[in-house]
């Protein structure tokens, strides 16, 4: 009986440890979509990076905290993606917020 309880305690242990390795990382995406296809999106980022993400019948589209269809997506607004992926090359959209257009910060005058 302690044997089975051993043996049963150490591949749940074992199992459990394989669950964490699974696991995707979160990415937040702040920028303004360069390309939008059936299921891809390009973000542009205020470094200059283009970073593509996969759209899926899950992805939450909202403006003003409204839902709105994907077909709202166009190149040039300005959005924020959350998505999950083991790295920024292979990352699946949870939720796109349309917000309004990023400008940078006025000059300082001298």
């Known amino acids: 009986m302690t044997r089975r309880s051993i043996l049963l305690?150490?591949?749940?242990?074992?199992?459990?440890?394989?669950?964490?390795?699974r696991a995707h990382e979160a990415f937040r995406i702040v920028g303004t979509i360069?390309?939008?296809?059936?299921?891809q999106l390009?973000?542009?980022t205020k470094e200059g990076r283009t970073?593509?993400?996969?759209?899926?019948k899950k992805t939450i589209v909202?403006?003003?905290?409204?839902?709105?269809?994907?077909?709202?997506?166009?190149?040039?607004?300005?959005v924020v993606v959350?998505?999950?992926?083991?790295?920024?090359?292979?990352?699946t959209i949870k939720q796109v917020?349309?917000?309004?257009?990023i400008t940078p910060p006025p000059a300082?005058?001298?």
Do not use: H, N, Q
Request: glycine fraction near 8%; proline fraction near 6%.
């Open 51 to 56: 970073v593509y993400a996969e759209l899926t």
């Open 97 to 101: 917020r349309i917000v309004p257009a």
């Open 108 to 110: 300082a005058k001298r």
């Open 34 to 39: 360069t390309t939008m296809k059936a299921t």
């Open 9 to 21: 305690a150490t591949l749940i242990a074992l199992g459990l440890g394989v669950i964490p390795s």
């Open 42 to 44: 390009g973000v542009k």
């Open 62 to 78: 909202l403006r003003d905290k409204t839902k709105v269809p994907a077909s709202e997506l166009k190149p040039g607004l300005s």
């Open 82 to 91: 959350d998505a999950l992926g083991d790295d920024d090359s292979d990352l």
